[in-house]
C-alpha cells in the first residue's frame, strides 16, 4: 500500500547482480532467484528491468526471477512481461506452493524455465506417477525445484527422480 515493493524488489536485484559479478571475477558460475511481485509490475519497473538486463549483458543468463503462479493465473494479461524478460536470457521460475499438480499441463504453455513446489506436492508420488505428470516439462528442457525437502531420505528419493534443485 505505501509503493515501496518495486524499489524493495530492485535493491534485491542490484544485490543479485552484485554477488553475481562478484562470484564470477572469482571464476565461479553462480545463479541467483530472487522472489518478485509479478503484480507490482508497472511500465517503469520492467522499463527499469530492462535497462538494467542491457547494462550487466551476461549476468542475465546467472539471473533467475521467481514469481507467484497464482498471480500469473489469477492475471494472464502479465504473460507479455514474462516474454519480454524471457527475451534477456533470464530464467523465470513459476513458484507454486498450492500443491495442486493438475495445473503442471497449463504451466507448460508459459514462458517459463523452472517450477518450484513444496515437498508435500509430491511426497506420495512414485517414479511413474511423477514421471507421467513432469515427463514433457522435462522433455521441455526445463528444470523442477522442490523446496521444504527436511530429511536425507526425501533427498535420496528425489535424486531418483532427477528432481533438478532441492532447498530445505
Do not use: C
Not at 520492467?46 to 549476468?59: A, K, N, P, V
Amino acid at each position: 500500500k505505501s509503493g515501496v515493493l518495486a524499489t524493495i524488489d530492485r535493491v534485491a536485484l542490484v544485490r543479485a547482480f552484485e554477488a553475481i559479478a562478484e562470484q564470477t571475477s572469482r571464476g565461479r558460475a553462480t545463479h541467483i532467484s530472487v522472489p518478485m511481485d509479478l503484480a507490482s509490475f508497472d511500465r517503469v519497473q520492467l522499463l527499469w528491468l530492462e535497462t538494467e538486463l542491457r547494462r550487466r549483458g551476461t549476468q542475465a543468463s546467472s539471473l533467475a526471477l521467481e514469481f507467484d503462479v497464482n498471480v500469473l493465473m489469477d492475471r494472464p494479461n502479465l504473460i507479455p512481461i514474462l516474454q519480454r524478460l524471457r527475451a534477456f536470457d533470464l530464467g523465470i521460475v513459476l513458484a507454486d506452493r498450492s500443491g495442486n499438480l493438475s495445473r503442471v499441463g497449463k504451466y507448460q504453455m508459459l514462458p517459463v524455465t523452472m517450477l518450484r513446489l513444496p515437498f508435500g506436492a509430491i511426497a506420495a508420488l512414485d517414479p511413474i506417477n511423477f514421471s507421467a505428470i513432469f515427463s514433457a516439462w522435462r522433455e521441455s528442457g526445463r528444470s523442477i525445484v522442490i523446496d521444504t525437502v527436511d530429511d536425507v531420505a526425501a533427498v535420496m528419493r528425489l535424486w531418483s527422480f532427477g528432481i533438478d534443485y532441492l532447498q530445505g
